[in-house]
């Protein structure tokens, strides 16, 4: 047998592929649905961990902080892909809400030789754009990536929120976050392949922080996205199905009068619900910080 040199779980063989090769097309994408159906399991396993940090996110970017994903490889991606996704969502501006890879832009796209192993341009990373309040959420599937250990360590002596998402137990990230999140999702069917059930996992924590995050910061409305942005047709007839849902009106009214909010869902649904000028609505929002539910009860109160 040979000796492991890493021990970390995600590097290990997984026995139930180990003859992966000789396998049918039917049964690789069975097996491969097989194991990502553990996933949301060992997910379910870091509940407790994952609330307490999207809390604690909640409470930073409601004192004006931002949010920085920092990883390597897939999980730099992950976490450039959850940033880029929150503005279009959820109608905040893009710095609010930040992905940081290891080798930089170039490395969304392709491979940067040995951008994860280093520490030093992790601390530069940080060093280079964080300020009093942000939170930094070290993203790595075996918990090791010096990059992303030396992001997370000038993060804390700078004296920011620091939060680390891994897939392995006891991980080097965890030891130096705040608030640890780690989910086992043991070894990959292409061992050492993280980009699968660790990826997976870390998509879905990401998934949680920044949807958990919007919605307690009034960027939705009952499961309505509020706040999204109208920027091709698609979503431009989404804005007038949720002014619909929102209010009860007809698609004339909610059309007409999302024009007269110029495609801003929240205005035209605050401009019918309680019959006042767009001026109105913008004004009910600006006094409660944009958070929608606020704004509903603000105006509910003066009638």
């Not at 097989?34 to 060992?42: I, K």
């Not at 490395?107 to 994860?116: D, F």
């Amino acid at each position: 047998m040979v000796q492991q040199v890493n021990q970390t779980v995600t590097e290990q063989r997984n026995t139930k592929s180990s003859h992966l090769d000789r396998l049918t097309v039917r049964e690789i994408v069975t097996l491969m649905n097989e194991e990502d159906q553990t996933v949301a399991l060992s997910v379910n396993g870091a509940l407790p961990q994952i609330s307490d940090a999207a809390e604690a996110v909640v409470e930073a970017m409601t004192r004006g902080g931002r949010l920085f994903y920092i990883g390597a490889g897939t999980s730099g991606r992950l976490g450039v892909l959850d940033a880029s996704e929150c503005p279009p969502t959820f109608g905040v501006e893009p710095e609010l809400v930040n992905g940081i890879i290891a080798g930089g832009e170039i490395a969304i796209r392709s491979a940067v030789e040995n951008a994860e192993d280093d520490e030093e341009a992790g601390v530069r990373a940080i060093a280079d754009v964080a300020r009093a309040g942000d939170v930094v959420v070290g993203i790595t599937a075996s918990g090791t990536a010096p990059y992303v250990i030396g992001a997370i360590r000038e993060a804390n002596r700078l004296g920011l929120l620091t939060i680390g998402i891994s897939c392995n137990r006891d991980t080097r990230l965890s030891a130096v976050v705040k608030y640890p999140i780690e989910v086992p999702v043991g070894p990959e069917i292409i061992t050492g392949s993280t980009r699968l059930k660790a990826g997976t996992a870390q998509k879905m924590v990401l998934n949680m922080i920044s949807t958990t995050v919007m919605i307690q910061m009034g960027k939705v409305y009952g499961n309505l996205m509020v706040n999204v942005q109208a920027t091709n047709k698609k979503l431009r007839d989404r804005t007038v199905r949720i002014i619909q849902e929102a209010t009860g009106a007809n698609e004339e009214t909610a059309r007409r009068v999302g024009i007269e909010a110029n495609g801003d869902a929240r205005v035209a649904i605050l401009m019918i619900m309680f019959n006042v000028s767009r001026e109105k609505a913008l004004d009910a929002l600006v006094q409660v910080n944009d958070h929608f539910g606020n704004a509903v009860k603000q105006l509910e109160q003066a009638q």
